[in-house]
């Protein structure tokens, strides 16, 4: 189904173009010295009535650039917008379901300052930053949809389970998620084989509670278990269960997998007892919190926390840190605070959280004892040269400014790139000199019936980006295998 926003005779324009009048009002949060103690969600969710007056400040652009250029998945944000200022939350709750795999999911973590937001025509100065005035909170107006529409019992639709085909989805994160949901409601029976205990990928280990509570995960997760899928937990494709084995028994695989191979420093010898990658660090937190089996190393209670990186990811390992009793907590990011990489919330909160950055330096080398146990690292500062053709500019280092900070732990947070995957080479699945699979336009691999997307194709990327690939392989998907029918 597709809403046009001028071809609905329910589309009452009245109650928009508040902008003049009301002012923009991001959700409540909770106080500092509450939310550190926990990794509840620090976001209060509007109720229907301020989701709707936010979204009656909408101006219903006739080129929506919310949409058009800032939303990966070009949602119908103008049209769910109209809906829920008309306290018709049922539509409103339909529309953003039509082109999201998990609307609430995505309204919580996408970098909406830098996305829809930064996008909208309402953004004042349309840097990314977001002032009371400024862009609609689309973000905390799509979850306040969800959430409200999931306690009027609302649920995503899906066709049933009757095609008669099946399709391999190896990883359940963003990307294999997605496909799922798309291939459902064509009838189609995805099967995931997913390599951990719990199905989600980052979003479930990857992405702190805090950020995400772990239920709206699993909440779609049985959504789309209900609606036909098959999941099977624990289950590394390449060794408990063969490639060629899901290849044979399904009529197209989709690959998922992220990239996952956090990039280090160096790779000097020492004693990487108090180094820490970031994923296993936020993993084995979650699993801990969980009260599961878990790697007690990754302990910082009343340590020294030193984080490496400037994204998204370097804020989560800062946020647990402080959340896990750290004595300090530093950030030390190489560029200046405008050319982070993460969500400018992000930043903002960790702040509010104590955390103290160090911008315009850069990590040389680690520093150990003659033990070789890490007791810090060496440093030089920093300063960004631009030029026309430089992008974000070229980062030079600052004669005569190195210096060593000391940390009783290190998190390297400093991005990822893909991890060697044996059944790809096996199989003649072709890889870039990054080890990204190499796709075409429709995401098919080297290999016939074999498609891929999300961080595995793009290196490390948005969930947004890789529940967009999700869903165009699934559209592909569709046309491969009912072509020959």
């Not at 103008?78 to 709750?93: G, S, T, V, Y």
């Not at 040269?385 to 280092?397: A, N």
Request: aromatic share 8%.
């Amino acid at each position: 189904m597709c809403f046009g926003l001028f071809a609905d005779p329910r589309l009452n324009t009245d109650v928009m173009y508040e902008f003049t009048k009301i002012e923009r009002i991001d959700p409540a949060v909770k106080p500092t010295n509450e939310r550190i103690n926990n990794f509840n969600e620090i976001s209060k969710v509007y109720t229907e009535e301020d989701a709707g007056t936010q979204a009656s400040r909408c101006v219903q652009c006739g080129n929506p650039y919310c949409s058009s250029s800032g939303c990966p998945l070009s949602n119908n944000i103008p049209q769910w917008l109209k809906f829920i200022a008309d306290k018709d939350i049922e539509l409103a709750f339909n529309i953003s379901n039509e082109t999201s795999p998990f609307p609430e999911i995505l309204g919580r973590i996408c970098p909406h300052d830098r996305l829809c937001e930064g996008a909208c025509t309402l953004n004042e100065n349309n840097e990314g930053s977001i002032d009371s005035h400024g862009a609609i909170t689309i973000g905390s107006i799509e979850v306040s949809i969800s959430e409200k529409g999931f306690e009027r019992g609302l649920k995503p639709s899906f066709e049933p389970v009757d095609s008669g085909k099946s399709v391999a989805i190896i990883g359940s994160g963003p990307a294999g998620l997605s496909c799922a949901t798309f291939l459902l409601r064509a009838g189609v029976k995805p099967v995931i084989y997913e390599s951990a205990d719990q199905g989600g990928g980052l979003m479930t280990y990857g992405i702190p509670g805090f950020k995400l509570e772990k239920k709206s995960v699993q909440r779609r997760i049985e959504f789309l278990l209900e609606a036909g899928m098959e999941m099977h937990l624990n289950t590394e494709v390449g060794k408990d269960i063969s490639f060629e084995e899901i290849y044979n028994k399904h009529d197209a695989v989709f690959i998922g997998i992220g990239a996952t191979e956090g990039r280090v420093l160096d790779y000097e010898a020492y004693n990487d007892d108090n180094i820490y990658m970031a994923v296993p660090f936020l993993t084995n937190i979650q699993k801990k919190l969980e009260e599961i089996p878990y790697d007690s190393k990754f302990d910082v209670t009343g340590k020294n926390v030193m984080v490496i990186g400037g994204g998204d990811t370097a804020m989560d390992c800062v946020r647990t840190s402080v959340r896990e009793g750290a004595a300090n907590v530093k950030c030390v990011y190489r560029r200046d605070e405008e050319s982070m990489p993460g969500s400018r919330k992000e930043v903002k909160s960790a702040k509010e959280e104590g955390v103290e950055f160090i911008f315009n330096t850069s990590p040389k080398n680690f520093i150990a004892e003659k033990n070789k146990h890490v007791k810090g690292v060496s440093f030089v500062k920093t300063e960004v040269i631009f030029s026309e053709d430089s992008g974000r500019g070229k980062i030079m280092e600052i004669e005569g400014t190195e210096h060593v900070i000391e940390a009783d732990v290190i998190i390297l947070a400093l991005g990822f790139s893909n991890q060697k995957i044996e059944f790809l080479e096996n199989n003649n699945i072709q890889i870039n000199e990054w080890g990204a699979i190499v796709v075409d336009e429709k995401q098919q691999t080297s290999l016939e019936r074999v498609f891929a997307g999300g961080d595995t194709v793009r290196g490390a990327d948005l969930v947004v980006t890789a529940a967009l690939d999700g869903r165009e392989a699934a559209n592909h998907i569709l046309d491969k295998i009912f072509e020959e029918d």
